[in-house]
């Protein structure tokens, strides 16, 4: 029996893994984990001392020589991974991956409420969906689930293989590909060779054809054609503007999104309507890719409906918050040069009065962050809202007529002695900027 193989039989008694010492249910196993700025080695006997039945370490100390409660291995974070994907092996449940430059969390949230009308799904909390997130979520998986959707990011060369490989999906989806994370990747076609890892796997697997795919992306379909030999894909339209399985268009924008959807290879050729609670009309990609894995999977067309209109985003991601001086589309999660033109463009094209656009830097761009910023500048100044702040040293660094402040701390300040009021405002930056805090000064 491989080490795996012991540690496993020990994971199906506890049934819960650990990383943290200050959350150690009882009975769990503690993963001593390293960091830039900690060693869990260190925090192993305090794992035990909460209630932690074992901990797996990669440093020993002598006291442990002798403890069966510690199990020594050759890299703790290897381990963690290897037993995810054994427990995956074990059960196989079926899964679909899901990464992208842009729209993976709100798919999968999408997505993973789409599956409930019909399977018990396990799908990614948060944005856990790194080399540490996705096993600990892989592990979460028991025997009543017979779905899961698990989400992938990457912001280097290799993120998406290694991930892959652990999870090991059935299906696969990259919602798109976009210039992020380029102080990582290189370039932009670093981006895309590190996403089509996904298919990379899909295709030596024979899984090529469970791969769904915006047929309107000429990117994504390119990236198709080099990593996967055969011509077989599952795809879908958001504009209607491609002949494919699954098609919509987009039917209102004020300020919700409503569009409607069919299926073109049924028989029936039914426009499906639907009214959602999400804002942009880039969000119609991720609620077709939805659509698309959802009737793929056999849920009924109305189930998805309803589950679509009911879904409400949180995490700052496209809400729509209303305070008693302004309406706010609060986007602050995440920003890069592709989500930040899809959320000007889609703002200059909503029907409302009185545009406040407040922007925050873009992060991870690398040398080309002076460019970029200065690209969305210029499109601000074409967009003639009616006020436009920017915030954090890249935007400062630009050239630009508009009113800039170095940190959020500064807007609030302003906000004190400047009456901000009757506006609909976009919010939108890099989450470390951290102007999602503004809601409550707006």
């Not at 055969?230 to 098609?247: D, L, M, Q, W």
């Not at 925050?360 to 074409?382: A, P, T, Y």
């Amino acid at each position: 029996m491989t080490l795996i193989e012991k540690l496993y039989q020990l994971f199906l008694e506890c049934k819960e893994i650990t990383t943290d010492t200050r959350d150690c249910p009882k009975g769990s196993i503690f993963f001593a984990l390293k960091g830039a700025n900690f060693n869990g080695n260190s925090f192993a006997h305090k794992a035990l001392e909460q209630g932690c039945a074992y901990a797996v370490v990669d440093e020993s100390t002598p006291d442990m020589i002798g403890n069966e409660q510690y199990i020594v291995v050759d890299n703790v974070l290897t381990t963690l991974q290897q037993l995810a994907n054994h427990h995956r092996k074990a059960l196989n449940t079926t899964i679909i991956g899901i990464t992208g430059t842009n729209g993976k969390t709100t798919t999968k949230e999408l997505l993973a409420t789409v599956l409930a009308q019909k399977y018990n799904v396990l799908y990614t909390l948060g944005n856990l969906n790194n080399d540490i997130g996705v096993p600990k979520t892989l592990l979460r998986l028991n025997k009543e689930h017979n779905m899961a959707v698990i989400e992938m990011g990457a912001s280097h060369p290799g993120d998406i293989k290694t991930l892959v490989d652990i999870v090991e999906p059935n299906y696969a989806l990259i919602t798109n590909v976009g210039r992020a994370h380029l102080q990582g990747f290189g370039s932009f076609d670093g981006v895309k060779h590190t996403k089509a890892e996904l298919y990379d796997f899909m295709e030596a697997h024979n899984r090529a054809n469970n791969i769904f795919i915006n047929a309107e992306s000429t990117d994504l379909l390119e990236m198709f054609s080099t990593h996967c030999k055969g011509e077989s894909y599952i795809a879908y339209s958001p504009t209607n503007s491609v002949k494919a399985p699954f098609v919509a268009e987009i039917t209102a924008n004020n300020p919700f999104v409503s569009f409607r959807w069919k299926e073109t290879n049924n028989e029936s050729n039914v426009w499906h309507n639907v009214s959602t609670h999400l804002i942009g009309a880039y969000n119609i990609a991720n609620m077709l890719a939805a659509v698309s894995i959802g009737r793929t999977m056999g849920v009924e067309s109305e189930d998805i409906c309803k589950a679509l209109e009911n879904y409400i985003p949180s995490n700052n991601r496209s809400q729509l918050i209303k305070t008693e001086h302004n309406t706010i589309i609060m986007d602050a999660y995440n920003a890069n040069p592709t989500s930040m033109k899809a959320a000007l463009e889609n703002f200059m094209k909503m029907d409302v009065e009185h545009k406040m656009v407040i922007l925050g830097d873009m992060r991870e761009l690398g040398e080309v962050s002076n460019s970029e910023h200065q690209k969305i500048c210029d499109l601000l100044k074409s967009a003639q809202f009616d006020c436009v702040w920017l915030v954090g040293k890249e935007f400062m660094a630009t050239q630009n007529e508009f009113k800039s402040f170095e940190n959020v701390e500064q807007v609030i300040a302003e906000l004190q002695q400047t009456a901000v009021q009757n506006f609909c405002i976009l919010v939108k930056g890099s989450n470390g900027i951290g102007l999602a805090c503004l809601k409550d000064a707006l």
